[in-house]
């Protein structure tokens, strides 16, 4: 166990749903990350959160809506998704928002949008 | 190509065989990192060196880093089959605006 949780584990849409995936990490860090992993892409990094607030946003399609109630929870809410997004998504912690520190990775989300 | 690319992509080896897998990135680093994937689950930290530093240990893993030629190797000795995963190296830069750049990982397949 990381530290970080991340529910649901697999999730099955279709185009129209609205869902939403959620974080939550219990080691007192302060920036958290949503990133997408697809057969054979490398890890691509959506979102960043740093004391709640969102510090990068990497082009990320509107369709994805992160939010960051507090420094233990990120949520991605997802709506009106295409099959192409179909991928796992995994979200991270770490103590600061700095490339020396080391990112703590939850179990990962494994998305289908039919 | 991108920062933080791994080579080979895949590797098959035996049980109690070395596993030696290299990633070469393009711009200067202030750190970089090794990360273990287990089929369908999340990224685990295995081992951060320095720019400053050109090689460290821990347990059965052995990374080197060459800033001049861009590159840092991850060597696992002793395979077990518990050690089949993909790994991953990730790089830390200032121009990069201090976040981690992953590249597309090396597969590694030990057979008991």
């Known amino acids: 166990e990381t530290g970080v949780t991340q529910t649901p584990r697999h999730l099955v849409m279709g185009m129209t749903n609205k869902k939403s995936l959620k974080c939550e990490q219990h080691?007192?860090?302060?920036?958290m990350y949503w990133y997408k992993q697809s057969a054979k892409k490398p890890l691509e990094l959506m979102f960043v959160?740093?004391?709640?607030?969102?510090?990068e946003n990497n082009s990320v399609p509107s369709r994805f809506s992160p939010e960051c109630p507090n420094s233990s929870h990120l949520f991605l809410h997802l709506h009106t998704l295409q099959p192409e997004d179909s991928a796992l998504y995994l979200c991270?912690?770490?103590?600061?928002?700095?490339?020396?520190?080391?990112?703590?990775f939850g179990p990962g989300t494994r998305l289908t949008v039919l | 190509s991108q920062q933080g690319e791994e080579d080979p992509q895949a590797l098959s080896i035996q049980e109690g065989e070395n596993a030696t897998m290299n990633c070469s990135y393009k711009?200067?680093?202030?750190?970089l990192q090794w990360y273990r994937q287990n089929s369908g689950r999340g990224l685990v930290h295995l081992i951060l060196?320095?720019?400053?530093?050109r090689e460290k240990h821990s347990g059965r893993l052995r990374v080197t880093l060459d800033t001049s030629k861009k590159s840092s190797s991850l060597l696992i000795t002793a395979s077990r089959a518990a050690d089949t995963a993909s790994y991953f190296c990730?790089?830390?830069?200032?121009?990069?605006?201090?976040?981690?750049?992953f590249g597309g990982g090396t597969r590694v397949l030990v057979k008991p």
């Open positions: 991270a912690s770490s103590q600061d928002r700095t490339a020396k520190d080391t990112q703590y």
């Open positions: 080691l007192g860090h302060n920036a």
């Open positions: 959160y740093s004391l709640e607030e969102r510090v």
């Open positions: 711009t200067s680093i202030n750190n």
């Open positions: 060196i320095r720019s400053n530093e």
């Open positions: 990730a790089t830390g830069n200032k121009a990069a605006g201090n976040k981690l750049t």
